[in-house]
């Protein structure tokens, strides 16, 4: 028998979101429509491109993340934590935002941008030390972040939701660059510095190196530890610049809900795109494609005017379905038959 070739993972979640696509294709009216209003595209697609965006900036370190054989379950408290404080920035500085001088406004965007951004890595580099210098678990040391940095963010806040006015800043959240959603075009830079980090540089054999064997890789002269600590410090900079995204578009922050849960949507998505949990391998096709199944289902779901109690229900079974299709058992049992029939095929030429 004919050793057969093996299906590349990337197949079954674009097959999922192939699928997802045709359901609505038949049954959703009007799903690929796209107007162009302003000079910008509108449609239920691009709407698709703008929400993912966020998440899917979190998900492309979160691949490298789990790649070491860790995780980053702070992400969400992270995100929820830059919001507040660019909130608080536009809330300082807003009777000069407001004085009508356009350059007084650009340079403030600046502030509201670097602010929280440094906080995010500062943050992302806490977690980095307590798994690669104190040693402790990934799962523990970012499950403390997570913890606390929602009330650090309640706490800044003072418990209240901090609303604003401010074109500048809005323009990340809500603007469109050459007609397409301008959070999308971030989550795009963002997808290309990881791969000029890992592609230009040694970081990615690295990282697989380190997921794949840390006690191998340290003797081998690798630095573990930088490799661990650049790894959530990226991480802590995606979820910064998505709480920035996120506060941008809905013109305030509510430390208490924004980002809840949405390290699990960032961890799903890695997961669906083929990145194994224990590490050593890293899949960023495929987590781009996971993020787009999760948003695409979710706008699905909420256009087909399913009830809310259902929403997550329906999500989850999807999901479901996806990963057992993607589990070993299931693809060994998919590849072997491919090869019996391929191989009677041959016997019948």
């Excluded at 000079?39 to 491109?49: A, N, T, W």
């Excluded at 966020?54 to 492309?60: K, L, N, Y």
């Excluded at 959603?181 to 963002?190: D, E, K, R, T």
Aim: proline share 3%.
């Amino acid at each position: 028998m004919q050793k057969g070739k093996q299906i590349p993972k990337i197949v079954w979640p674009l097959l999922a979101l192939i699928l997802i696509l045709l359901f609505n294709l038949i049954f959703t009216d009007n799903f690929f429509r796209i107007t162009i209003k302003d000079g910008h595209l509108f449609g239920s697609l691009i709407d698709i491109l703008r929400r993912c965006a966020p998440t899917m900036i979190m998900a492309i370190a979160m691949t490298y993340v789990i790649a070491t054989g860790g995780i980053d379950i702070s992400v969400g408290s992270v995100l929820a934590i830059s919001g507040s404080i660019a909130s608080l920035v536009v809330w300082g500085g807003s009777t000069n935002y407001l004085a009508g001088d356009d350059e007084a406004i650009y340079a403030a965007v600046g502030l509201i941008i670097l602010i929280p951004l440094l906080a995010s890595l500062a943050l992302g580099a806490f977690n980095g030390l307590m798994v690669s210098v104190v040693g402790l678990q990934p799962f523990i040391a970012t499950l403390i972040l997570m913890t606390a940095g929602r009330g650090i963010a309640q706490l800044l806040t003072g418990g209240k939701v901090l609303n604003f006015s401010h074109a500048g800043f809005e323009f990340v959240g809500r603007g469109y660059f050459l007609g397409i959603p301008f959070p999308f075009i971030l989550a795009m830079l963002v997808l290309l510095l990881g791969i000029a980090i890992t592609k230009l540089t040694p970081m990615g054999l690295y990282i697989q190196a380190v997921g794949g064997n840390r006690s191998a890789s340290h003797y081998s002269g690798i630095n573990t530890k930088f490799v661990i600590f650049f790894v959530y410090i990226f991480s802590g900079f995606a979820a910064g610049l998505a709480g920035l995204v996120m506060t941008a578009d809905i013109t305030g922050a509510d430390a208490g809900f924004m980002g809840l849960y949405m390290e699990l949507d960032a961890i799903l998505a890695v997961v669906i795109g083929g990145t194994p949990m224990e590490g050593g391998k890293y899949n960023l096709k495929g987590t781009v494609v996971g993020v787009l199944i999760i948003q695409t289902l979710t706008t699905t779901i909420l256009t087909r005017g399913v009830p809310p109690e259902y929403t997550t229900i329906v999500k989850a079974i999807v999901v479901l379905v996806v990963l057992i299709i993607q589990s070993r058992k299931v693809r060994e049992l998919i590849e072997h038959r491919s090869l019996i029939r391929a191989n009677k095929n041959a016997e019948a030429v």
